[in-house]
């Protein structure tokens, strides 16, 4: 039950996006969540006696931040408010693990065996059938780049945090990440976007889940499904992700999806699956 709740559980953050960007723009949508998730989880690590980390730590959790959560959430935000459906983006976003491989190869001197150039190549091939009418959102390659953004800031971010942050506790390495994103994104929701944030109850729904739901309950139960072995690889969960999206948005927003972009999206989910070599898990 629990993995089948995570993958509904996190399939939900671009469903989210897609419900509040109308009433506030990306940024700003961003800069509020993340002041809010970072004063719950610095009140939940004082008031549970967390061990805070060093100032080498604190800056290496921060550096982490940045491109898990500000590059990630950021690129996802932006490509959906400026008309990339909700599914398109999952489906590009969740090529995150091929990606990962690629730089550990490169960076960690990770071997890479011949099934995984095979599931990168699969991969790819995927995204060019999903994306094949949409590559701008104003029939250029502009639109692409908020996407290969996101997914390089995951996929670069994952891996170091992986070697900087191992021992960080948890706790209090959220209330610093969550700190510090909200500081980056407060000159960006100030400066860039005059436009003020409309107080619908759309929005206040998706913020309220944001925080909750998927900052704090869906990161919460992968930690658990982690520690008490209820999936050999968590990571696997993840090529369950752009699926799930997709049928929310299509039951939610009327997003469509062709043959073609169906075929796409099953030869990204193999290529992950053979590509992947022990990947650090998607965040949210």
Same mark, same amino acid.
């Given at each position: 039950?629990?993995?089948?709740?995570?993958?509904?559980?996190?399939?939900?953050?671009?469903?989210?996006?897609?419900?509040?960007?109308?009433?506030?723009?990306?940024?700003?949508?961003?800069?509020?969540?993340?002041?809010?998730?970072?004063?719950?989880?610095?009140?939940?690590?004082?008031?549970?006696?967390?061990?805070?980390?060093?100032?080498?730590?604190?800056?290496?959790?921060?550096?982490?931040?940045?491109?898990?959560?500000?590059?990630?959430?950021?690129?996802?935000?932006?490509?959906?408010?400026?008309?990339?459906?909700?599914?398109? =983006?999952?489906?590009?976003?969740?090529?995150?693990? =091929?990606?990962?491989?690629? =730089?550990?190869?490169?960076?960690?001197?990770?071997?890479?065996?011949?099934?995984?150039?095979?599931?990168?190549?699969?991969?790819?091939?995927?995204?060019?059938?999903?994306?094949?009418?949409?590559?701008?959102?104003?029939?250029? &390659?502009?639109?692409?780049?908020?996407?290969?953004?996101? &997914?390089?800031?995951?996929?670069?971010?994952? &891996?170091?945090?992986?070697?900087?942050?191992?021992?960080?506790?948890?706790?209090?390495?959220?209330?610093?990440?969550?700190?510090?994103?909200?500081?980056?994104?407060?000159?960006?929701?100030?400066?860039?976007?005059?436009?003020? =944030?409309?107080?619908?109850?759309?929005?206040?729904?998706?913020?309220?889940?944001?925080?909750?739901?998927?900052?704090?309950?869906?990161?919460?139960?992968?930690?658990?499904?982690?520690?008490?072995?209820?999936?050999?690889?968590?990571?696997?969960?993840?090529?369950?992700?752009?699926?799930?999206?997709? &049928?929310?948005?299509?039951?939610?927003?009327?997003?469509?999806?062709?043959?073609?972009?169906?075929?796409?999206?099953?030869?990204?989910?193999?290529?992950?699956?053979?590509?992947?070599?022990?990947?650090?898990?998607?965040?949210?």
């Amino acid at each position: 039950f629990f993995p089948a709740l995570f993958v509904l559980l996190w399939s939900t953050g671009f469903i989210a996006a897609k419900l509040g960007l109308p009433d506030a723009p990306p940024y700003s949508f961003l800069f509020v969540r993340f002041a809010c998730v970072a004063a719950l989880v610095t009140a939940v690590a004082i008031a549970t006696g967390a061990r805070w980390p060093s100032r080498r730590e604190a800056f290496h959790s921060g550096v982490a931040a940045l491109m898990v959560h500000g590059l990630y959430l950021g690129g996802v935000f932006h490509a959906i408010s400026g008309g990339m459906p909700a599914g398109t =983006i999952a489906m590009l976003v969740g090529l995150q693990p =091929i990606v990962t491989v690629l =730089i550990a190869h490169g960076w960690l001197g990770e071997r890479v065996v011949a099934r995984q150039w095979f599931g990168l190549a699969l991969g790819l091939a995927g995204v060019a059938l999903v994306v094949r009418h949409k590559l701008g959102f104003s029939g250029d &390659l502009t639109g692409m780049v908020p996407a290969v953004i996101a &997914l390089a800031g995951i996929s670069v971010g994952t &891996l170091y945090q992986k070697r900087h942050c191992g021992r960080v506790d948890l706790r209090a390495g959220a209330a610093i990440q969550f700190t510090v994103c909200a500081l980056a994104y407060l000159p960006l929701a100030f400066l860039l976007e005059p436009a003020s =944030i409309r107080w619908t109850p759309a929005f206040g729904f998706a913020l309220a889940w944001s925080v909750l739901v998927l900052s704090v309950g869906a990161i919460s139960l992968r930690y658990v499904l982690l520690r008490h072995g209820a999936a050999a690889n968590v990571a696997a969960l993840f090529y369950l992700v752009p699926p799930v999206t997709a &049928l929310m948005a299509w039951m939610l927003f009327g997003e469509t999806l062709d043959m073609l972009a169906l075929a796409g999206m099953v030869l990204i989910a193999a290529g992950v699956a053979l590509a992947r070599a022990q990947a650090p898990a998607q965040p949210e």
